[in-house]
């Protein structure tokens, strides 16, 4: 990917970070050091930090998956919007499509469900003062945002997990480019629902409306133009 620095290289697949996500951590920094100083913008970029410390490791499920059916991941790129694995190729079968899908968000469970576990043996160790503890409070903070990782990569739309597992199961029964084609639908369907609650409600909603609806279109031109290599898998 242009604009991305390489930063470490983990059982031969790149870990790349863009440019883009060095601003935003900048942008973290000064804006939380605007309200609470020095040590507010060291908590912020180091949430932010392991925020995507597990968006990695979601990726990494991803990747470890599709190299159990011989395909290979050469980079792993963060941004801003989340993490991106290049796959060489998407898998043959249905049911390989679904166990990589699922491997990502996966990963996420895990790690909510050993940040819970230890969140509340802190808590029994240490009483009343666990409210007090900043470590304690990350680490409860990461365990929500992992299970909001979850629920978010599951909304069954491109390029979310979800679509390529809602994709997955209907190829099990239907030709590749008409499950796709089904998916991409339900996906653009519930984009413009987000669009219509975003106008009403929150904003962001729009955003993830747009990028949705960008989603399901190009994943249905990818299965159109079958035999041309997968961009990505995104989340
Ligand atoms: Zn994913």
Redesign the pocket.
């Given at each position: 990917m242009r604009w991305s620095l390489k930063v470490a290289s983990v059982a031969g697949i790149e870990v790349r970070i863009h440019l883009s996500f060095l601003l935003f951590l900048a942008w973290i920094w000064f804006s939380y050091y605007q309200v609470a100083g020095l040590p507010g913008a060291v908590q912020g970029v180091l949430f932010i930090l392991s925020l995507f410390a597990c968006v990695l490791l979601?990726?990494f499920g991803?990747a470890f998956a599709a190299r159990a059916f011989g395909i290979a991941t050469p980079d792993i790129t963060l941004l801003p919007i989340g993490g991106v694995a290049r796959l060489t190729r998407i898998p043959d079968k249905p049911w390989q499509e679904l166990v990589v899908a699922i491997a990502?968000?996966l990963v996420n469970v895990v790690i909510a469900a050993a940040l819970i576990f230890v969140v509340h043996r802190s808590a029994e160790l240490e009483q009343l003062q666990y409210l007090e503890s900043p470590r304690v409070e990350l680490l409860s903070k990461l365990a929500s945002v992992n299970v909001m990782l979850v629920l978010f990569?599951l909304i069954p739309a491109f390029p979310m997990?979800g679509g390529r597992i809602l994709r997955a199961l209907l190829a099990m029964t239907l030709p590749y480019a008409q499950a796709t084609q089904i998916a991409a639908w339900i996906g653009q369907g519930l984009a413009v629902v987000f669009g219509i609650f975003g106008l009403f409600g929150n904003p962001l909603l729009i955003f993830i409306a747009f990028f949705i609806f960008a989603g399901a279109q190009q994943e249905a031109a990818i299965a159109r133009a079958k035999g041309s290599p997968r961009p990505a898998?995104k989340?």
């Open positions: 979601h990726e991803h990502g968000p990569n997990d898998a989340d």
